[in-house]
């Protein structure tokens, strides 16, 4: 458990402190009856400070924080772009100048170059993704569907892009996809599964892509 204080993702540390929260403030002054004893307290302590260092917590009194809204929502995207890079790196290593990750919140990016590397970044929900370099050596990762996905080859030259319209929401755009995914009903636990399913549809060359988001 010791090992799980500094980890930048959600823990049992971290599910342990939600049963210390009430109105976003966790409240760590002893209490003898605690379940979880005094050995446990200051690991808490310890994970609060890393959960400080990653701008998720601000002490606010003694013994007690206040968390950010959705921390451990914010935890999980931490978790999530780390692994990206990660991944990022053991793709092209020191070959690249920059990275750079399309995701939910791109707003323009255009890039033709080497499709570099594909493979599957979650299992359970079948989603895929590509690392592509340009000339510069600039190295793109970006989800993909899965039936794109079994398309391309590595080391083909690919392009890609993305375009949000300007007067749609990014929101909107996820509710109308969940309601036609659903038989034309809005489904709130569908929405939240959808949330991290975006992808980008690429094509071969120098054929033209754009894609509203």
């Known amino acids: 458990m010791d090992k799980e204080i500094n980890e930048e993702r959600v823990t049992s540390l971290d599910r342990q402190l939600k049963n210390y929260t009430e109105n976003s403030v966790v409240d760590l002054r002893y209490n003898s009856d605690d379940r979880y004893g005094k050995s446990n307290h200051s690991r808490l302590v310890a994970r609060l400070n890393k959960l400080e260092s990653l ?25 999530k772009r780390n692994t990206i890079i990660s991944t990022l790196h053991k793709a092209v290593g020191d070959s690249t100048n920059r990275y750079f990750i399309v995701d939910k919140d791109t707003e323009n990016v255009a890039v033709k170059g080497k499709l570099v590397e594909k493979g599957l970044s979650d299992e359970l929900y079948d989603k895929y993704y590509i690392i592509i370099q340009n000339e510069k050596g600039d190295s793109f990762y970006s989800p993909i569907g899965s039936d794109d996905a079994h398309n391309y080859k590595e080391g ?28 034309g009903i809005y489904s709130r636990s569908l929405h939240e599964k959808s949330i991290l399913t975006d992808t980008v549809r690429i094509t071969i060359d120098s054929k033209k892509v754009s894609i509203v988001r």
């Open 156 to 183: 083909s030259i690919i392009s890609l892009s993305v375009k949000r319209d300007s007067w749609v929401k990014h929101s909107d755009l996820n509710i109308v996809r969940v309601s036609e995914a659903n038989g």
């Open 55 to 79: 701008g998720l917590a601000k002490e606010k009194g003694p013994q007690q924080w206040e968390v950010a809204s959705n921390w451990q929502g914010q935890l999980k995207e931490i978790s």
